[in-house]
């Protein structure tokens, strides 16, 4: 009999890979990514697609934008994947290959080609994966297979996705074509933008928290090297001859 794996197994599995400490501000966005994820998995009627791998690579570069070390990034999304016993080379791989597949498309392209896809067989399984999706009543829809739908509009015509009017047009119509929930893609896209205006909102904020940081220790060691640090208040002394320039 198989054991359905827990949440709590799937955290342990990746702080199990990932032994180095995570950044506050990104320790939620790794975790909730990682349980969504795993609830996904768990669920019967979920399979695994190109959009959806998608949506998990875009969702995790764009909220883990910024991140230091640089270099833990890879090595994270590595150790999610993994701790979902997945392949996250496989995730990467179809993102990309599903985005070369569009980039010479434009916006309205996209819709025909998801219409056309939906219906009709062209020999090539990345087309398949998508017939699968509009084809099958019980399909798993996840806010993260909606990330992926609206990268590809993004990827094609960024101006167009900004336009609400414009937006809202291509992902209903692209709704139609897949059979997806519009209501519910809809709001989970409202919220990821949101979220995501949130978080370079907080990135900000620390980026200048940590500059007055630095600052404020630069002028401790030149006290402490015997330096007097710059008066900011006293204004600098006109060069002799020359006069001094209105402010």
């Not at 359905?4 to 799937?10: E, G, H, P, W």
């Not at 999304?77 to 990309?96: G, M, N, T, V």
């Not at 900011?232 to 060069?239: F, H, M, S």
Request: some cysteine.
């Amino acid at each position: 009999m198989n054991t359905v794996r827990t949440v709590s197994d799937t955290k342990r599995a990746f702080y199990t890979t990932h032994t180095r400490p995570i950044n506050s501000i990104y320790r939620r966005v790794v975790e909730e990514l990682m349980v969504e994820m795993h609830l996904l998995s768990v669920n019967v009627d979920y399979q695994y697609n190109p959009i959806y791998a998608l949506g998990v690579v875009t969702s995790f570069d764009r909220f883990m934008q910024g991140y230091r070390p640089e270099a833990d990034k890879s090595h994270i999304f590595e150790a999610i994947c993994q701790s979902l016993q997945d392949d996250p080379q496989r995730y990467r791989h179809d993102a990309q290959r599903l985005q070369a597949a569009v980039s010479q498309k434009s916006a309205k392209d996209i819709v025909a080609w998801l219409e056309h896809t939906a219906t009709a067989y062209d020999g090539d399984d990345l087309q398949e994966a998508i017939k699968a999706i509009a084809n099958n009543p019980k399909f798993k829809y996840s806010r993260l297979f909606a990330i992926g739908l609206f990268t590809l509009f993004e990827t094609v015509d960024p101006v167009a996705v900004k336009n609400e009017a414009q937006r809202e047009e291509l992902l209903k119509q692209a709704c139609a074509a897949l059979r997806l929930p519009q209501d519910k893609v809809q709001k989970d896209l409202e919220l990821y933008r949101s979220n995501l205006e949130k978080l370079a909102q907080a990135q900000a904020a620390i980026a200048d928290m940590l500059a007055a940081d630095k600052k404020k220790r630069e002028q401790r060691q030149q006290e402490k090297n015997g330096t007097p640090a710059p008066d900011v208040d006293t204004p600098a002394e006109a060069p002799k001859n020359e006069t001094p320039s209105n402010p």
